[in-house]
T-cell receptor, first 112, second 111 residues
Framework: NAGVTQTPKFQVLKTGQSMTLQCAQD?????MYWYRQDPGMGLRLIYY???????DKGEVPNGYNVSRLNKREFSLRLESAAPSQTSVYFC???????????FGEGSWLTVV | RKEVEQDPGPFNVPEGATVAFNCTYS??????FFWYRQDCRKEPKLLMS???SGNEDGRFTAQLNRASQYISLLIRDSKLSDSATYLC????????????FGAGTQVVVTP
């Protein structure tokens, strides 16, 4: 029961480096999401993809880009990492917008 | 004002006791409501959806009060394994219906 799989689980970056977080789901869901979670702030939506071929900005998109590669995969790219992007990143997917979503195990990113 | 607000806690609960806590939301157009559970350093997992008529799942009861714009979660006969952070989730009410997450209420069940 893979569900939502995201990689890497842990990553340390230097300021200015770039990296891509990968996410794949095997539940045939239409919608996919990237969230970040910081202490005391809850989950904040970075980008989402309502369906294959579409992506939209969420609450905190600055410094990130996304690609909905196909129905299964939704990647998040940090072009030039900053210490403010140190966070836990969760990918999620759901069948339809506004309904239940399922999360991956998270990616712990530290930017030094 | 945050769209979804929760008391961060912690709520310290003796094993076997009942604990209840609320979550308020600001968007009166919201249509979908959920409680998620998140264990330390783990991903959030769906605990239960919240229906207008209220619903129960074992020891967990969720209620929705549209007039006052809050949802509640009650846990009866608390178990040590209920220790977690409970996230209130509300859909944004816009045309797409994005989900808004509260920052969570921490529950600590003690022996």
């Amino acid at each position: 029961n893979a569900g939502v799989t995201q990689t890497p689980k842990f990553q340390v970056l230097k300021t200015g480096q770039s990296m891509t977080l990968q996410c794949a789901q095997d539940m045939n869901h239409n919608s996919m999401y990237w969230y970040r979670q910081d202490p005391g702030m809850g989950l904040r939506l970075i980008y989402y993809s309502a369906s294959e071929g579409t992506t939209d900005k969420g609450e905190v998109p600055n410094g990130y880009n996304v690609s909905r590669l196909n129905k299964r995969e939704f990647s998040l790219r940090l072009e030039s990492a900053a210490p403010s992007q140190t966070s836990v990143y969760f990918c999620a997917s759901g069948q339809n917008s506004g309904n239940t979503i399922y999360f991956g195990e998270g990616s712990w990113l530290t930017v030094v | 004002r945050k769209e979804v607000e929760q008391d961060p806690g912690p709520f310290n609960v003796p094993e076997g006791a009942t604990v209840a806590f609320n979550c308020t939301y600001s968007n009166s157009a919201s249509q979908s409501f959920f409680w998620y559970r998140q264990d330390c350093r783990k991903e959030p997992k769906l605990l239960m959806s919240v229906y207008s008529s209220g619903n129960e799942d074992g020891r967990f009861t969720a209620q929705l009060n549209r007039a006052s714009q809050y949802i509640s979660l009650l846990i009866r006969d608390s178990k040590l394994s209920d220790s977690a952070t409970y996230l209130c989730v509300v859909n944004s009410g816009d045309s797409w219906g994005k989900l808004q997450f509260g920052a969570g209420t921490q529950v600590v069940v003690t022996p």
